[in-house]
């Protein structure tokens, strides 16, 4: 009984009152996509925009998935990108692009909070994305197959009513998605709450942080960080510092980390059901956290030096 209390039904409930609010913001969204589409105004942007990303191999109609991803959580630009047609190689390029810079407002936001600069964690996450489409662009496979979600073919849409038909089959699909993901996720983080298993977690983790360049100190927030996001992870954040858990140079080099590669189970969880490797999404974000970690490491150490000559 008392597991089915706090465990599954109050997963259900916030899996239901979260899914309300991100249907709220995507459904809405991915509708106004389809129209752009349909009155040929997304074509107008692929042709402004094509000269640019064309260097990231991407079509410039899918800039409004990158732009959505700035600005919002990762469902509105899956809600959009579910209603494009597009290959799977397009696919894994933007996956990562949106993993990267997503949420801005929200998440530079909760990271100033604890130390770091807005502006920094801001430009390091939309520069870090538009290197990495460059990047993936020169190594990717040209020829990765089709997305498993179900394309819609523009030119086959000659009416407002076949429109809203194929938004309401896409719509069906992620609401699908988020449901499933959603609840799985609660009912995750409300097992290891229950049974305190992140702070054990979080000692065998240290390997990994060493090589990740990050301070043995912030273990179980690094684990919260992967598995729920920056926002718990910044509220916990605040708690660990005022409590003198963590330092201030330690949250900054966990901030440079988790700006890049945070979340990554709902993050992965979403594409990955779309068909997109899971090993392309862990592997880049890994390698990229070291590297922006390490050089961040090599800057302090740089400022320091000359300061005390």
């Known amino acids: 009984m008392e597991f089915r209390e706090n ?25 106004l996509v389809r129209f752009l589409d ?17 260097y990231m191999g991407l079509p410039g109609s899918t800039a ?7 600005f919002l959580p990762l469902y509105a630009p899956l809600a959009i990108i579910t209603s494009m047609s597009i290959t799977l190689r397009e696919l894994t ?22 130390g770091t600069s807005f502006w920094a964690m801001t430009l390091l996450r939309i520069s870090m994305s538009i290197i990495v489409g460059f990047m993936l662009n020169l190594i990717l ?4 197959g089709m997305p498993v979600f179900a394309q819609t073919d523009p030119a086959a849409i000659t009416s ?9 089959r896409s719509s069906l699909q992620i609401t699908l998605l988020i449901v499933v993901i959603v609840f799985l996720l609660n009912l995750l983080y409300n097992l290891l709450e229950k049974y305190r298993l992140i702070p054990h977690l979080s000692k065998g983790i240290e390997p990994l942080l060493k090589l990740f360049g990050l301070p043995a100190a912030t273990g179980f927030l690094w684990l919260i960080g ?3 996001g920056l926002a718990y992870g910044g509220a916990m954040m605040m708690d660990q510092m005022k409590e003198g858990k963590v330092t201030r140079r330690d949250t900054s080099l966990l901030n440079y980390h988790l700006a890049v590669s945070h979340s990554v189970l709902e993050d992965n969880l979403l594409f990955v059901a779309l068909g997109v490797s899971i090993w392309w999404i862990l592997g880049v974000r890994f390698v990229l956290a070291w590297v922006v970690v390490w050089v961040r490491r090599l800057l302090l150490r740089l400022r320091v030096e000359r300061f005390n000559l």
């Open 7 to 31: 465990i599954i039904l109050r997963a259900l409930k916030k899996s239901g009152f979260t899914t309300v609010w991100l249907l709220r913001i995507i459904l809405p969204i991915s509708l």
């Open 93 to 114: 390029i933007l996956a990562l692009m949106c993993q990267i810079s997503h949420n801005l407002p929200v998440e530079s936001a909760i990271q100033a909070k604890t």
């Open 141 to 144: 496979p040209q020829d990765m």
């Open 38 to 54: 349909y009155f040929g105004i997304l074509a107008s942007m692929a042709q402004f925009l094509d000269p640019v990303f064309v």
């Open 226 to 228: 992967y598995i729920v």
């Open 64 to 70: 409004i998935v990158f732009m959505t991803s700035i």
């Open 160 to 168: 407002v009513v076949e429109l809203l038909l194929a938004w309401l």
